[in-house]
């Protein structure tokens, strides 16, 4: 049974159709990457998968380990495993990331019937984590993003994935605005996830990330649609010869 | 934030129109007839025992308010206050005098304890002293002036007090045992011409706190009134006048709720400080009196005149207020910055929902030289309430080198509720330095999609972002207050969302 399975999805934004009929499959382990050009959906689809009110769902259906995601609440969706790392993640002044991540990781916890997580506890996990990511502890004691920089914003979507392990991570743009060095921490904090029990959806404009994540299958989608799916190499031919192929054929 | 996820769960658990607080006390009350009148002024006076010159300050008081208007300029409407139709005094029956929690009526007692307030410090309200060891040092000890209704039934800590110097009794009382000091300064910061509210308040004031603290003297407790409006109709009108001698340090808290009723409640209370030189008052509020219910119907009117007096040199007086509560709130604690090198801060939470009215601010009147004064307002309107700051910052002529810092943020949640920002800002002086900054912003829906996709609730993402928003502020409450506070911010936010 696949992870995650989207059946035909049909997506309005401000009475315009955005995603036009979108299907996509993806399986317990496996690393999924979406390219394709500026405005064509790609955040849309992830909004939408994570539950983001404003957009109206006009057909089709997205399922979750078999259950139909779209009538389960977001913070729901949340605690039962989907993650969305932000293209733009936002500011949250006077909340320590510290204090976020505790009451994000506790909801989601309670929601499960969990334990809910000591302070001891908490701090123990929080500095493992933040370790294996080169994440400075006094970055964890300003506000949420507040005067991070792009790279640390993502650095800290990246936080936040390891801290939840979620079954499906959803990853927006994560390596726009990285250095080299970033880049390659954020990397190898995503193949370090990587695992038989969870899978990745990896968007992103550049053939770099894929280099070091090695997706098992590359999707192009250009207005609303997935156009081609194949191989790690179709991010080469994409480097090569653009989108324009795609967007006659739409 | 540590006491989200309990707070989140209080929200989840109180609605509007289920008040947590609005139950009411069975005792029986010895209540004036209704309407105001000298008889009326007289008989509150003789209830008191009060000495004639208190009773001749009433009745000044009285025949000039007879002369004035209530005030129109705040951003607030309600029906007329018809002012014959209210009861000006109700005292719970007494017992004979009150020196031990035993003597007082357990329904009382009761009532605190369903407030889950001031007994938290039962066993030093019980006069228990804590054994050596046992005593958590991280809790600092808190004197209760309770005030319930508008007699002063319990006041602890007195010994304490008394060793340090410190004069800490229900007004009442004081005028009886400290007429010198009452006489000297009762009046002498909000004069009984102020206001409308003030006059009326100095004609029919029934009870509240007393302070004072000798020189160099550094107050070893915290001081805490919990009010608590109980009679049907009666009006509050409670008078506090603290005063910090030379060199000496005092910090206050203030707190009140309120039962459930239909009927308007007025409250009008006077507040008075005076700081002499070297000397510095601290005083904190968190009020959360019944808001009326979710169709805007009942709620208390609160019209609050606070005013501190840095009267010496390198004095300083704090107001730190949570508002939360009421149906209407005209409230400005100010700040007359009178002694060179004095320094005045206001640091305010206003929040309001539902149909609540907040008109709230502060004055600063610089006056002496070298002055300073800080502002900091948080405003944070939801619902269909409408949520006014309103300050005034002076320089005198002669208040060479006076300095303000305003900060003035207002965030709104929803769309059908306005927030206000009118500041007067005057300076008659050109070395005088004054900085304004204001910010008016929506709780986004990106930050809120942002919180619930890492698994929080539309309540708790909102509970979070608006305890980020007033953090600067709830830092300055003394520990303990700030918890509850804290809690009270998203409680008072319920129903904001969705
Ligand atoms: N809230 C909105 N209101 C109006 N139009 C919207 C809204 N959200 C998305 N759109 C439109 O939907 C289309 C898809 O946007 P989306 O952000 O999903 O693209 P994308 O593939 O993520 O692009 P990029 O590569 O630039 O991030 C765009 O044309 C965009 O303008
Ligand atoms: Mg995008």
Known sequence: ?250 | MVAVQETVERVKRIDVDQYRYGFETLIDSEKAPKGLSEAIVKFISQKKNEPAWMLQWRLEAYRRWLTMTEPTWARVDYPKIDFQDLYYYAAPKPKKSVSSLDEIDPEILKTYEKLGIPLREVAMLEGVEPKVGEEDPARRKIAVDAVFDSVSVATTFKAELKKAGVIFMPISEAIREHPELVQKYLGSVVPTSDNFHATLNSAVFSDGSFVYVPPGVRCPMELSTYFRINERNTGQFERTLIIADKGSYVSYLEGCTAPQRDENQLHAAVVELVALDDAEIKYSTVQNWYPGNSEGKGGIYNFVTKRGDCRGNNSKISWTQVETGSAITWKYPSCILRGDNSRGEFYSIAISNGFQQVDSGTKMIHLGKNTSSRIISKGIAAGKSQNTYRGLVTAHRKALGARNFTACDSLLIGDKCGAHTVPYIEAKNSSATFEHEATTSKISEDVLFYCIQRGLSEEEAVGLVVNGFVKQVLQKLPMEFAVEAQKLISTSLDGSVG
């Open chain 1, 1 to 250: 049974m696949a992870l995650l399975e989207i059946r035909d999805l049909h997506v309005g934004v401000e009475d315009r159709e955005v995603i036009r009929g979108l299907d996509l499959n993806v399986n317990l382990g496996e690393v999924h990457a979406i390219m394709g050009p500026n405005g064509s959906g790609k955040s849309t689809l992830s909004h939408v998968i994570a539950g983001k009110p404003g957009y109206e769902i006009t057909g089709g259906q997205i399922l979750f380990r078999g259950e139909n995601l779209l009538r389960t609440e977001p913070n729901e969706r949340a605690a039962k495993g989907v993650f969305l790392a932000f293209q733009y993640p936002v500011e949250i002044p006077g909340v320590t990331t510290m204090n976020f991540l505790r009451a994000a990781l506790n909801a989601q916890r309670k929601a499960r019937d969990q334990q809910e997580f000591s302070t001891p506890e908490f701090l123990k996990r929080i500095r493992e984590v933040a370790g294996s990511l080169n994440i400075p502890q006094d970055m964890l004691k300003r506000g949420v993003n507040v005067g991070f920089s792009g790279g640390e914003k993502k650095r800290n979507e990246i936080l936040q994935m390891a801290l939840f392990e979620p079954g499906l991570c959803i990853l927006d743009e994560i390596d726009s605005g990285l250095d080299i060095d970033a880049l390659r921490i954020v990397a190898s904090g995503i193949n370090t996830l990587r695992s038989p029990e969870r899978a990745m959806i990896v968007i992103t404009h550049y053939r770099r990330l894929l280099d070091h994540i090695m997706p098992d299958v590359v999707h192009v989608m250009s207005k609303g649609r997935i156009m081609k799916s194949a191989g790690k190499e179709l991010a080469l031919e994409l480097e090569a010869s653009g989108y324009a192929q795609f967007e006659d054929a739409a």
